[in-house]
């Protein structure tokens, strides 16, 4: 095989999991006494679905008090609760069964707690070998951190993997860690851009 492992990020690459990240902090800024969040507001959209929990918490809660609160309150939401809310991309898990004994596949997600719990929920947990979230490294994406450890994990070499995202902060950290970026429904730059999952078995 050309590459040794193919790594994942979650959100909007393997999910379309707008509404319930927007679901999560909205529940958030109701807990902490704020107005709903503008969903027209582009750039806080982006934010919320592409950097990790406590970097979004503190996009929106400036003073470290509130900040501090604002945590808090995040840890008392039951992402289960959300679960319905996240819609699997079309072909992901055609394209899993077709991956999976060929290549090493791996995660590499900004999502802090509810990896495991979303990847058991959609039956997904016994393809991936290695799940890496922002609650398990010092620095999140866009940091190389949670890709290296994925390289580490398969014993490989950057250009053994590649990695596929759909956000900025996705191929910023595939660029420091030298792997090859994907983009999903995307114009990112990178190798390639993957307008339905199953393309990718033609680049390996």
Same mark, same amino acid.
Request: proline residues 4%.
């Given at each position: ?16 999991? *707008? ?32 950097? /990790? ?16 609160? /604002? ?10 609760? +959300? ?15 077709? +991956? ?17 719990? #979303?990847? /058991? ?41 590649? *990695?596929?995202?759909?956000?900025? #902060?996705?191929?910023?950290? /595939? ?30």
């Amino acid at each position: 095989m050309r590459y040794k492992a193919v790594i994942y990020d979650c959100d909007g690459v393997m999910f379309d999991s *707008f509404e319930a990240n927007l679901s999560f902090y909205q529940r958030i800024m109701e807990m902490m006494g704020h107005e709903p969040l503008d969903r027209q507001n582009e750039e806080q959209m982006r934010i919320l679905h592409t950097y /990790a929990n406590r970097e979004v918490l503190a996009h929106l809660f400036p003073d470290r008090d509130e900040w501090e609160r /604002a945590v808090e309150c995040a840890g008392h939401i039951d992402y289960r609760e +959300l679960v319905p809310l996240l819609v699997m991309e079309e072909g992901f898990r055609e394209t899993l069964d077709a +991956l999976k004994g060929r290549v090493g596949l791996g995660v590499c997600t900004n999502r802090s707690t509810s990896m495991d719990m #979303v990847l /058991a929920s959609f039956g997904l947990t016994g393809y991936f070998s290695c799940v890496m979230t922002a609650a398990r490294v010092v620095n999140p994406k866009p940091h190389p951190e949670p890709l290296l450890k994925v390289l580490d994990h398969f014993g490989i070499a950057p250009h053994d993997a590649l *990695f596929v995202g759909d956000s900025e #902060v996705d191929c910023r950290a /595939a660029a420091a860690a030298q792997v090859p970026f994907v983009g999903y429904k995307a114009d990112l730059g990178g190798l390639a851009r993957l307008e339905r999952h199953g393309d990718i078995l033609g680049m390996l």
